[in-house]
């Protein structure tokens, strides 16, 4: 059979550890046998990193920025015991907060179903995607530990020099006091991002704040949503038949829990931090879970929202069987394939993902699933796979469908 052929290249992100040699394996048994993939490689593995000063993560973001799609594995985010473990010159920043910071964009996790793992929450039928935004708020603030009494005031200075002034609180004695901020740019890429996600993957779009509190702050976020939904995206979200829906947070959780899911739920940065734990492990397992970035000019960074799977990888090097599940990253390749296929009109390659998704999950269903899953599954009769059987047992799927 005639390999699947390309236009434009993929941005190719490789990384660490176990999903290191998963990348690999995906490749060898379920990539390049079936398309004569054109992808640009950059290894922002940590050594790689480290050698280039992590001007690799750079380039590869300015890549991604070029060819509009890109898929990434899993890479370490440097902690002390890296520093040592490969000598690093400096402690490098996380590629994805570095890759997010160039493309500007927000993440969208949604879990990947499939029969035998249910939902802990019963009436979810569909998978709920959180979008988050990732810029500001608590994760960039400023705080006081109060020492005793006295007077805490936010005092905001323009560049003319005026000035405005509000008295957060008169101490009596001792407490805390934290200051932070968001800005409409970033609030309204935030917005659009999500309201182009809600349009390419056809889903209601709903966002939630706490604005009836926070009458300033949280209201900025609903008025710029609001304002951006009127101007460019009611028309559009009409004629795709979606609903775009802002409610309270508080209303926004219940509602979640008695929904059959199906939609994107769009979240403040802390909101979204929390919630998306709470909606891959009701889900069932993180390494079910699909991740992507998108750019406010649709620029698109696939992929699985679980970390290089270190444990394994350790294992793996004293020559042990491992069960790593590697539907996430395989997911983050089909994703990639398919947005690529999108974009440069290559049916085929919206066919290829398409079947390979379906394969997998064929896969899992019949019983055939990684260790990880077999501890979770309600089917019966299950055989667990090592990390490469399973990707291989999904390539014979392929085959046969
Ligand atoms: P992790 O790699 O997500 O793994 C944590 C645990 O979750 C594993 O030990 C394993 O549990 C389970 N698990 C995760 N993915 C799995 C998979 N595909 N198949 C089977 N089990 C899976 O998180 P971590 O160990 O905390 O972090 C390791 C490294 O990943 C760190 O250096 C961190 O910086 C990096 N990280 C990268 C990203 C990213 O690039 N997006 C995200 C998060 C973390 P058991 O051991 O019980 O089997
Ligand atoms: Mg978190």
Known sequence: ??????KTPIVEMDGDE????????????LICPYIDLKSEYYDLGL?????????????SANANKKYGVAVKCATITPNAARMTEYDLKEMWKS??????AILDGTVFRAPITVKGIEPYVRTWKKPITIARHAYGDVYKNVEIDVPGPGKAELVFTGEDGEELRETVFDFKGPGVLQGMHNIDKSIASFARSCFNYALD??????????DTISKKYDHTFKDIFQAIYDAEYKERFEKAGIVYF????????????????????????????VMSDMISSAFGSLAMMTSVLVSPDG???YEAAH???????????????????SVATIFAWTGALRKRGELDDIPELMQFSDRLEKAVIATIESGKMTKDLALITSLPDVTVLNSEDFIKAVRATYEAL
């Open 1 to 6: 059979m005639e390999k699947i052929k390309m």
């Open 18 to 29: 176990m999903t290191r040699i998963l990348w690999k394996i995906i490749k060898d048994e």
């Open 47 to 59: 050594a790689n990193r480290n050698a280039t000063n992590d001007q690799v993560t750079i380039d």
């Open 95 to 100: 590629p994805n907060g570095t890759i997010r």
């Open 201 to 210: 993957t056809k889903q209601d779009l709903w966002f939630a704040t706490k």
């Open 246 to 273: 802002y409610t309270l947070i508080d209303d926004a959780v219940a509602r979640v829990m008695k929904s059959e899911g199906g939609f994107i739920w769009a979240c403040k940065n802390y909101d979204g931090d």
């Open 299 to 301: 620029k698109y960074e």
């Open 307 to 325: 970390g290089t799977v270190q444990r394994h990888y350790y294992k793996y090097l004293k020559g042990e069987e491992t069960s790593t599940n």
